[in-house]
């Protein structure tokens, strides 16, 4: 079992920058996909970025290419995820999740959720 936490949500003026971590226990996670996810009030979880076991190999969703960035600490045994040039869209609950297959990059293949943080950008 791996148990994900995450921080580093708040409130931040539409053009500024928050990095959130997430904070795994229970297992390491060097032979997971990790990723980050969000849902916004009355939408669908949707996907934001996510990285293979290994770090080499990431993706990220349109919306936000060009100004996030995820990246892995494994002797830490935490994820981050940097946000840069922040929209009033990107409002929402931002979730960390783990992929034991390793590939990091299809949804379904996530089975280990954190709790969420919330990120708010204000206009």
């Known amino acids: 079992q791996v148990q994900l936490v995450e921080s580093g949500g708040g409130l931040v003026q539409a053009g500024g920058s928050l990095r959130l971590s997430c904070a795994a226990s229970?297992?390491?996670?060097?032979?997971?996909?990790v990723g980050w996810f969000r849902q916004a009030p009355g939408k669908e979880r949707e996907f934001v970025a996510g990285?293979?076991?290994?770090?080499?190999?990431?993706y990220y969703a349109e919306s936000v290419k060009g100004r996030f960035t995820i990246y892995r600490d494994d002797a830490k045994n935490t994820v981050y995820l940097q946000m840069n040039s922040l929209k009033p869209e990107d409002t929402a609950v931002y979730y960390c999740?783990?992929?034991?297959?390793?590939?990091?990059?299809?949804?379904?293949?996530?089975?280990?959720w954190g709790q969420g943080t919330q990120v708010t950008v204000s206009s």
């Open positions: 999740a783990a992929d034991s297959t390793g590939r990091g990059n299809a949804e379904y293949e996530y089975d280990y």
């Open positions: 990285s293979n076991w290994s770090g080499y190999s990431t």
């Open positions: 229970g297992r390491s996670l060097s032979p997971f996909g």
